[in-house]
């Protein structure tokens, strides 16, 4: 079982169900458990696609894709999303290609201690994925300030936190469906696209 309410099969799809299908399967061709689990609302799934794409896939965005992965799998880690983190930390060191500095990100977020790999900016954008999703209402502008003294523009933190927002959603979505990775293919990005 995947997840803990009936998802409709590729088998079985018809109608809105079926046109959802193709319009979110995955680079593989395949549909992932986190899109089948809103196969009983099919219009809930054209919304998550498009969000998901549009925070963490679009060209637009000018944060590089790996350190979007990065946030999205260390927002995930915070959640105890084993789902997503196993999705988009798998993303993240397909895209890196470097199997030590993924090891060492690992570690850093086993150890809630981003600091121990990342600094400057990419460490400010860090620490404020973790407050944004551990202690939201906590949330101030000295958080905000503090991004911009390690020299993010607004434009990358808006990305940062709609990145953290989808995967705060996503997460809760998984956990409190029970979906798992039974049948999915891990992972969005081929180890070979680390020039993405």
Known sequence: MSAWIRMISLEEADGLVEEMYELVKTP???VDNVMKVHSLRPHTMKGHVTLYRSVLHNPDNA????FLEVVASYTSYLNRCDYSFSHHFTNACNLLNDEAKSARIREAFERRAPELVFDGKELALLRYAERLTVDVAGMERADFDALKR?????GEILEVNQVVAYFNYSNRLLNGLGVTTEGDVIGYYEKSAADA
């Open 150 to 154: 390690a020299g993010c523009d607004d």
């Open 63 to 66: 944060l590089p894709f790996w």
């Open 28 to 30: 593989h061709g395949t």
